[in-house]
């Protein structure tokens, strides 16, 4: 995911935990000399919280850009200030609007189209269901995160997805999951979710394109399971 740095102003606390000023220095002059792609997440983490040492210390914690994104000011206090904590969070989300803005004017128009879109999915720990809302052009209008956690009938449950579909009047939608082994192949509960959405849909007159598994490279395998291919959803 690109970085995207904001300017702040340096906060007047104790610098002792900083390796040396002019590594800060350096970090910043390779930025403003050769581009973000110049610097990696440890160091404009860096930047962005003034200290290499404590944005070193939450990105081994967390594991990730992505688990760190969406981490709550509260889970960040045992690693910096409250001040520094809003800036942290506040940075990442603009980073995540970014994103969402640039894939407003996206076709979702194929399987691959939809991994793509959510790429991000399969650095997840746990299994995330999401609802992917098109306009009758199918163009992204939100992505929803229905349930966190394994994805059954209890946790997905059809009126889950469908209400954020009727309250943004969506023309279309998608559903996507991820598995956290990688392994895009379909379980029993997966087909029979997929199954009971997909019925339930046209009773309400919203048309499901695909329900997509996201899952990891590796040999032999696909990066991804689309029901639409696999004739479940016609």
Request: aromatic share 6%.
């Amino acid at each position: 995911m690109q970085q995207h740095i904001f300017p702040f102003e340096t906060e007047r606390q104790n610098t002792s935990l900083e390796p040396t000023s002019s590594h800060c220095s350096s970090v910043q002059e390779r930025l403003v000399t050769y581009g973000s792609e110049a610097l990696d997440s440890v160091e404009h983490l860096g930047l962005i919280l003034g200290s290499q040492k404590q944005a070193a210390a939450i990105l081994k914690h967390f594991g990730s850009l992505s688990v760190l994104a969406r981490a709550s000011v509260d889970e960040l206090l045992a690693f910096v200030s409250r001040s520094k904590a809003i800036r942290l969070v506040s940075s990442l989300r603009m980073g995540a609007v970014a994103l969402r803005e640039e894939r407003q004017s996206l076709t979702i128009d194929s399987p691959v189209a939809i991994a793509d879109l959510c790429s991000e999915m399969r650095f997840l720990d746990r299994e995330s269901l999401r609802v992917v809302l098109l306009n009758a052009k199918q163009q992204l209008i939100k992505i929803a995160t229905i349930s966190q956690g394994t994805v059954n009938e209890s946790l997905a449950h059809p009126r889950e997805i469908f209400k954020p579909a009727i309250v943004l009047s969506a023309y279309s939608f998608i559903t996507v999951h991820n598995d956290p082994s990688g392994d895009a192949s379909p379980s029993e509960a997966d087909m029979r979710l997929t199954r009971r959405i997909n019925e339930a849909s046209r009773l309400l007159l919203l048309q499901l394109i695909d329900h997509v598994i996201v899952g990891s490279p590796a040999p032999g395998r696909s990066t991804y399971f689309s029901f639409k291919e696999g004739g479940v959803i016609s």
